[in-house]
């Protein structure tokens, strides 16, 4: 199974680029990589899912290496209100395999 | 707005009484999916409905039981709890198992 491995937490300040490594060494062919942001006492929040190379959307970017041993969740100029969990998932559609939230990364924006 | 709705959103148990959560969706997905958060704690899968079958943890106790009528509604049904069974319960639904999950807000749950 490709288990998730990222770091417990981060600190930033308002406004600089904030990036959240997520190591799955043993991501299956088939496998997509998923993003998500929980707050606290709410429920997960989808935010940027790929395969390879570059995603981009309008909040975030996701950058996937050749090997897709890892990726890295880059989020532009994050506030206050980045603050929150940030979760990755290794997973294919059409299969309950690999439904596994890891601890996540706790980020923490500082003004 | 998520578009998967949670009732009720607080719950206080004794340990002895029965009560059910509920869960719909209104996305059209064929996946629903129970979750359990304890405080501090990342999330745990409970049990997965895909078009109606069920794929569940081994790990989750018998004290719950869930329930998937339809691929619009999911329920999980709760008797005889421990007080470690306190927790956020978060329900989710994909259009298919593993893809892009929608979560609902979360039933908070405390067990006397």
């Known amino acids: 199974l490709a288990k998730t491995t990222q770091p417990i937490s981060m600190d930033s300040y308002e406004g600089q680029e904030v990036n959240i490594t997520c190591s799955h060494n043993?991501?299956?062919?088939?496998?997509?990589i998923t993003w998500y942001q929980q707050f606290p006492s709410q429920g997960p929040r989808f935010i940027i899912q790929g395969y390879k190379t570059k995603v981009t959307n309008e909040v975030a970017s996701l950058f996937i290496p050749a090997d897709r041993k890892s990726s890295t969740l880059s989020l532009p100029r994050v506030s206050l209100s980045d603050t929150a969990v940030y979760y990755c998932l290794v997973g294919i559609s059409g299969s309950a395999r690999q439904l596994t939230f890891g601890s996540g990364t706790q980020l923490t924006v500082l003004p | 707005e998520t578009g998967v709705t949670q009732t009720p959103r607080h719950l206080v148990m004794g340990m002895t009484n029965k009560k059910s959560l509920k869960c719909e969706q209104h996305?059209?997905?064929?996946?629903m999916y129970w979750y359990k958060q304890s405080a501090k704690k990342p999330l745990e899968l409970m049990f997965v409905?895909?078009?109606?079958?069920?794929?569940e943890n081994n790990s989750v106790p018998s004290r719950f039981s869930p329930e998937c009528p339809n691929s619009s509604h999911l329920f999980l049904h709760l008797h005889t709890l421990q007080p470690e069974d306190s927790a956020l319960y978060l329900c989710?639904?994909?259009?298919?198992?593993?893809?892009?999950?929608?979560f609902g807000p979360g039933t908070r749950l405390t067990v006397t």
């Open positions: 409905y895909s078009l109606e079958e069920r794929v």
């Open positions: 043993n991501i299956a062919t088939n496998d997509y």
């Open positions: 996305l059209g997905h064929n996946a």
């Open positions: 989710a639904s994909s259009q298919l198992t593993g893809d892009e999950q929608y």
